[in-house]
């Protein structure tokens, strides 16, 4: 029960993660925020639950799946990489309940580039960009309508930007203070994205396996996973490149491309299955699918099961399928 101050009575758990695995642990709730209590155990009384801080989703298109179903579900966040600007604010200003929406877009590509002309892409959701002059100015509408990240696509298949274009519009994002994410897919393209500067591949290379000097050159770099996306050549293709990138020192995240084929709206136990099989587990698994978390969780994005907290994939997998929202559990803690 939470007093006037928005504190709660305090309660024991048999397990948490807060930025790291901990055992029991007596919580309580201050100001909206689950936090460590510093009150002997044997006082209070015991919860048998463990708790996770929610999934947060780095690479989804809302505009091709039903973003309501996420509402009050294990993902409390995603990144919609994709889609119309002004319709995705739009969907960060009024999202599907209890979840947080970053948006990332329009895509910006060489004129006729990808992914213009396909059937999920709606023409407004692709700026192609002529020269680096436009390449400043795209950059400069896309943070007038006030998107979190600017998405650039290089694709061998179709036109690309030059380096002169892809470097102005890596460089325009990090003078507007956004980051810049790269959809690169054929060869050489991932070389090409890290050495323009970008800071985030949004799909873990799939397309070659990446020579161990460009792994080293882009060490600095985030990886979003979308490794289930692939079939059997394409994926062990991309889970060796994760691989080798995490031993350079690189940070790979959970992401799953969701509204890219019949991609469950939810957690993806295959993405999740994929990172383990790339080596990811225990604390750093959990790490790459919750986001780095401080010393306390917010009331809205944390997650309790009756189960232990997971250490491999699969306990992952099955413990987000037993998940309930800790507000909707207890409500009473909610000030
Ligand atoms: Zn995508």
């Known amino acids: 029960m939470a007093d006037e101050a928005g504190v709660s009575t305090p309660f024991l758990v048999d397990g948490v993660w807060l930025g790291t695995r ?43 799946v039903d973003g309501t179903r996420l509402a009050g579900g294990p993902v409390v966040e995603v990144h919609d990489l994709g889609w119309i600007p002004e319709v995705a604010v ?66 061998t298949g179709l036109p690309l930007l030059g380096d002169d274009v892809l470097r102005a519009l890596v460089d325009a994002a990090h003078r507007a203070g956004l980051p810049a994410l790269v959809h690169a897919e054929g060869p050489g393209q991932a070389a090409r994205a890290i050495d323009a ?6 799909h873990a290379p799939w ?14 770099m985030t990886w979003i996973s979308t490794l289930a996306i692939h079939d059997r050549h394409d994926r062990s293709t991309a889970i060796d490149n ?12 959970y992401g799953t491309d969701m ?11 295959a ?21 780095a978390v401080g010393a306390s969780i917010p009331l809205d994005r944390a997650l309790v099961s009756p189960l232990p907290l997971p250490g491999s994939g699969e306990e992952l997998v099955t413990w987000l399928s037993t998940a309930r929202r800790f507000d909707t559990v207890y409500p009473q803690d909610a000030p």
């Open 207 to 220: 397309s070659e396996r990446l020579p161990d000097d460009v792994l080293a050159r882009g060490r600095h």
């Open 90 to 155: 739009g969907w960060r200003a009024h999202p599907p309940a209890g979840v947080t929406v970053r948006v990332a877009g329009p895509f910006h590509t060489a004129p006729g580039g990808y992914p213009s002309g396909r059937p999920w892409a709606p023409d407004a959701a692709v700026r192609g960009v002529a020269d680096t002059a436009d390449a400043f100015a795209a950059v400069r509408a896309a943070k007038d309508r006030g998107v979190d990240a600017v998405k650039i696509a290089l694709h």
């Open 22 to 64: 901990m055992g029991a642990t007596v919580l309580r709730v201050v100001d909206g925020r689950i936090e460590r209590a510093e009150v002997p155990a044997a006082r209070v009384p015991r919860r048998r639950i463990t708790i996770l801080p929610g999934v947060v989703d780095r690479h989804v298109h809302l505009g091709l």
């Open 197 to 202: 500067g970008a800071d985030v591949l949004v």
């Open 259 to 269: 509204g890219n084929g019949p991609t469950p709206v939810g957690p993806n136990e």
């Open 271 to 291: 993405e999740i299955r994929a990172l383990h099989q790339a080596g990811l587990d225990g604390d750093e698994l959990i790490t790459a699918v919750v986001g």
């Open 242 to 253: 994760v691989r080798r990138f995490r031993s350079s020192g690189g940070r790979v995240v």
